[in-house]
C-alpha cells in the first residue's frame, strides 16, 4: 500500500536546519529557521525559566494530566501579558485561552474551529507569509487566499493595497494578521495603519486571527501589542494564537496558547465548550512543562522583571545586528541600499537577495536562508558578520 509514496519534499524552514547540521564547513552561518542565537552563536535557556524550573522540580508531586484547556493559572497569565492586568476584555470575563503545544498548535486549533463552526468562511492570509501558514489551515480544510502586504519596490508595507483589499474580503470570512515582527518581512503597520485596519475588519464584519508569535522583540512587550489592542477596541469576537518560543526560548518545550474573546463572558465559555471538543480529538490536554514555567515567571514578581530583562536583552541584541549588518556591507563597499533592515522589527528581513543568490551562497559560503531570501537577523554575531557580508557582497 506505501509502495506508490513518492517522497515528500523538506519543509522548507526547518529542512534547512538539518542540511545545516550536516554541512562539514566550520564557517557556516544559519539564518534559516527563526531561532534567537546569543553573541556566541548559543540558543540559551533563559534565567528566569533555569529558577523557574528548580522551584517546579523541587515542588512537583504528580505528572497527572492537566486539564483539556491547560491550567486556568496560566490561561489567565497570558491574557495579561497579551492585554495588560486591567484589560476590561481579561476583567470581564470575555477571554478565554487554551494552552497549545506551541503557537502551531494554536492555529491548527483555531483553524479546526473556523472549519466546524464558521462554515464557508475563507481565511485570509498576507502576500508573503510565514510558510507554514497555508499548509496549516489547508490541512484544517479551510479555504485560503492571499491579500496584499508588503511592496518589493519600497521594501515597506503595502497599506493602501492591503486596505484596499480587506474592504473587499466578505463578511464572516477570517483575516489573519501577524501580532508584531512580520514574519517573513520584518515590516509591521504603523499605529495610524492599525487603526485604520481594526476599523476596516469591525465595518466589513470579518473575523480577525491574530498570530502573535514574537511579543517582545519588536518594540517592547506592550508595544508589541499595539495592533491587538486596537482590534480589542473595536471587535466582539477575535482570535489569537500566541507562543512562548521565542521571547522565552522554550522551542522544543511547544508551549503556546489560542485565546478567544467573545461579545460576553456566556459566549466565550460556550466557545470554549468547542474547542475543548477539538483539543480532545487531537492531542486530548496539552502537556504540562512548559506551561508550568510560563505561570512561573509570568506570575513571580523577581522572576518577570528578571525575564524581561532578557527579553529586552534579546530585542536590543537583534537590533544591534540590523544595525551592524548594514555598516558592515557598506565597509565591504556595496552599493545596494540596506538601511531598510534597520527599520524592520523582530527577527526577520527580507533581504532582497534572489533564490539564485540565496543558493550560491548556500553552495559556496554554507550560509542558509530561506529559499525567499528571508534572513534570521538573530543568527548574525559579532563574530560571523565579516564573513557573512563578505559572501553576500560576493554573490551581488
Ligand atoms: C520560522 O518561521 O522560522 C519559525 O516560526 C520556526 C518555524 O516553525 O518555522
Keep these: 500500500m506505501l509502495e506508490r509514496l513518492d517522497m515528500a519534499p523538506p519543509d522548507p524552514i526547518l529542512g534547512l536546519t538539518a542540511a545545516f547540521k550536516a554541512d562539514p564547513n566550520p564557517g557556516k552561518i544559519n539564518l534559516g529557521v527563526g531561532v534567537y542565537q546569543d553573541d556566541q552563536g548559543r540558543t540559551p535557556v533563559l534565567d528566569a525559566v533555569r529558577q523557574a524550573e528548580e522551584r517546579i522540580l523541587a515542588t512537583e508531586t504528580s505528572k497527572n494530566y492537566l486539564p483539556i484547556d491547560g491550567q486556568p493559572e496560566y490561561g489567565r497569565a497570558v491574557q495579561e501579558l497579551l492585554l495588560g492586568e486591567d484589560h476590561p476584555v481579561v476583567s470581564s470575563g470575555r ?13 491548527r486549533v483555531a483553524g479546526d474551529f473556523i472549519r466546524q463552526h464558521c462554515p464557508g468562511a475563507t481565511l485570509w ?13 489547508e490541512s484544517a480544510g479551510v479555504p485560503v487566499k492571499t491579500y496584499p502586504y508588503y511592496d518589493a519596490g519600497s521594501r515597506d508595507l503595502a497599506s493602501e493595497a492591503m486596505l484596499a483589499a480587506v474592504r473587499q474580503i466578505p ?7 501577524h501580532g508584531c515582527c512580520h514574519n517573513p518581512t520584518g515590516v509591521d503597520p504603523s499605529p495610524e495603519t492599525w487603526e485604520e485596519l ?5 465595518e466589513r464584519g470579518i473575523l480577525p486571527l491574530v498570530d502573535f508569535a514574537y511579543q517582545g522583540l519588536g518594540d517592547g512587550l506592550r508595544t508589541d501589542a499595539r495592533g491587538l489592542e486596537a482590534l480589542c477596541d473595536r471587535q466582539e469576537e477575535i482570535l489569537v494564537a500566541s507562543s512562548f518560543s ?7 518545550e511547544r508551549v503556546g496558547a489560542l485565546t478567544l474573546v467573545a461579545a460576553n463572558a456566556d459566549t466565550a465559555e460556550r466557545a470554549l465548550s468547542h474547542l475543548k471538543i477539538t483539543v480532545r480529538t487531537n492531542y486530548s490536554n496539552p502537556p504540562a512543562h512548559g ?10 514578581t523577581t522572576l518577570r522583571r528578571a525575564w524581561e530583562d532578557e527579553v529586552e536583552a534579546m530585542r536590543n541584541r537583534i537590533q544591534g545586528m540590523r544595525t551592524l549588518f548594514v555598516e558592515t556591507l557598506q ?12 527599520k524592520q522589527r523582530g527577527m526577520f528581513s527580507f533581504s532582497g537577495l534572489t533564490p539564485d543568490q540565496v543558493q550560491r551562497l548556500r553552495d559556496e559560503y554554507s550560509i542558509y536562508m530561506v529559499g525567499s531570501g528571508r534572513i534570521n537577523v538573530a543568527g548574525m554575531t559579532t563574530g560571523n558578520m ?6 553576500v557582497a560576493a554573490v551581488l
Design 198 to 202: 481594526a476599523g476596516t475588519i469591525r
Design 291 to 300: 506551561g508550568a514555567i510560563v505561570t512561573q515567571v509570568l506570575t513571580d
Design 95 to 107: 477571554a478565554v485561552t487554551l494552552q497549545t503545544p506551541g503557537g502551531t498548535g494554536g492555529l
Design 386 to 391: 565579516d564573513r557573512l557580508c563578505q559572501a
Design 246 to 252: 521565542k521571547n522565552f526560548g522554550l522551542y522544543n
Design 125 to 137: 492570509l498576507s502576500e508573503p507569509t510565514w510558510a507554514n501558514h497555508p499548509k496549516v489551515f
Design 171 to 177: 463578511a464572516g470570512d477570517v483575516l489573519l494578521v
Design 331 to 342: 565597509a565591504k563597499g556595496v552599493k545596494r541600499d540596506f538601511s531598510f533592515i534597520q
